[in-house]
């Protein structure tokens, strides 16, 4: 690699890290603005698979509200102009409404921990969330092993029988949103919809057989 590869490339990514602590001060701003009556905490992180990753909390006498983002979600909100402020703000608005007190819950520190935590928190929850939002269909939910991404959770309509009918997500994403006061289970809303509106003719003719 010549000297002004390796330049250009410093430049880079001097630039990529400015951009993601402008972004990081960016949503402390907009919380503080918006949560006056709170402090606000905030941190920046780096997970190594999901890359930079913020955490805010809006503390209030005993109360605390945290959750957290993955940059790599809200660079794009920011650059289309997609209503950031008010994404970002509506999930310390539900807690808040909640009313409990919602710190980050604690990372697993061994692989008994982790597992625990997905036998007997994660996977029953998604189970449980995604059938729920989808009662008027059969939802099929497992667990299986990605060649790429390893192990996954999957979840999907079996009947439909050709095509695409699941969508997996790998169990570190899952935990990393759970570590992040985040829903596990919404990626899977999300992709499901999307799946029932697009096939949505052949769901309802798949229903009278």
Known sequence: MSQHETDENEQAAREQHEAIIGLFRLVEHILDSQFEDYQVQSNIGQHPIYGPMYAYGLIKEDKVYACGFFATELIPRFQEGNDPAGYVESFFVDMIREGDSRPLPQPPQTEDEAKALFDNVIVPYCAKTVRAEFEEDTVYVDLDVH?????????????????????????QFLLALYLLNRDPADPFIQAL???????KEELDRARLV
Request: aromatic residues 6%; contains cysteine; glycine residues 10%.
């Open 193 to 199: 919809w999307k799946l029932k509106d697009e096939r």
């Open 147 to 171: 060649p790429e991404h390893g192990p996954v959770l999957e979840a999907g309509f079996p009947l439909l029988i050709e095509g695409v009918n699941t969508c997996a997500m790998p169990l």
